[in-house]
């Protein structure tokens, strides 16, 4: 499976100067926020593949016109074909606004996420806004990273995680791959950045180990089915 994540900058070869083979054999693309919602809506019907995405910073406008045709993944596990996708946009607060979160916050997000992990046996991917505090972050309020981020990672042990919000412009600050102590691949998707997932990186659709949710997508499958 090839992912292509998005993040920050608007890349001109996917909008000024499309050039389509930028999106051939890609199966999904991902948007790790502080893009244009017009950008999103190009994009998902240019490559009439599914494009997820969480919010940044400066993704305000989403609540009232978010990007069509593509789905927000804020606060969810998302099953693409069996690999697991978490989704926690929004960076450290530093003024009053949509998707600002203090540390506390962020911890009561991802604890109120307990029930959707669990019964999904985890996730494989991590997709934020925000880095992790002490990978690829800044010590500044608007650009450090959640200590809470390292924490998900060590208890859940997801193959990745990708983030933007740190540009490259920054210099020292900015790093497109980091490896983390619980095993962990860090991903800076500031502009644009292609993965690729083998097959054995995530579980087969339906097989997660967890009774519950392989039960209720073994349903699912079957009634797809019964329509095709």
């Not at 203090?102 to 959707?116: A, L, P, V, Y």
């Not at 880095?131 to 809470?148: Q, T, V």
């Not at 490259?168 to 490896?179: A, F, I, M, Q, V």
């Amino acid at each position: 499976m090839r992912i292509l994540f998005l993040a920050d900058e608007v890349e001109k070869s996917l909008y000024d100067f499309y050039d389509r083979e930028k999106l051939k054999g890609v199966d999904l693309i991902i948007s790790c926020g502080d893009l244009p919602a017009y950008y999103l809506e190009y994009i998902v019907t240019m490559a009439n593949i599914p494009l997820l995405y969480v919010r940044g910073n400066h993704d305000g406008r989403y609540y009232e016109k978010p990007p069509q045709g593509c789905i927000d993944i804020d606060d969810k596990v998302y099953d693409y074909k069996g690999l697991r996708i978490l989704g926690l946009g929004g960076c450290m607060k530093y003024h009053d606004g949509p998707d600002m979160f203090t540390e506390d916050m962020m911890k009561k997000r991802i604890s109120k996420m307990k029930r959707q992990l669990t019964l999904k046996a985890g996730f494989d991917i991590l997709v934020t806004h925000a880095p992790a505090r002490g990978y690829g972050d800044s010590d500044d309020i608007p650009h450090m990273g959640f200590e809470c981020f390292n924490k998900l990672l060590f208890d859940w042990k997801p193959k990745y995680m990708v983030h933007g919000h740190i540009h490259k412009e920054y210099g020292r600050t900015y790093k497109r791959t980091l490896d983390h102590p619980s095993g962990c691949r860090i991903i800076n998707a500031c502009g644009s950045y292609y993965l690729d997932i083998a097959d054995d990186e995530h579980p087969v659709y339906g097989k997660t180990g967890s009774a519950l949710y392989d039960l209720y997508v073994s349903i699912l499958m079957k009634r797809h089915k019964r329509y095709e």
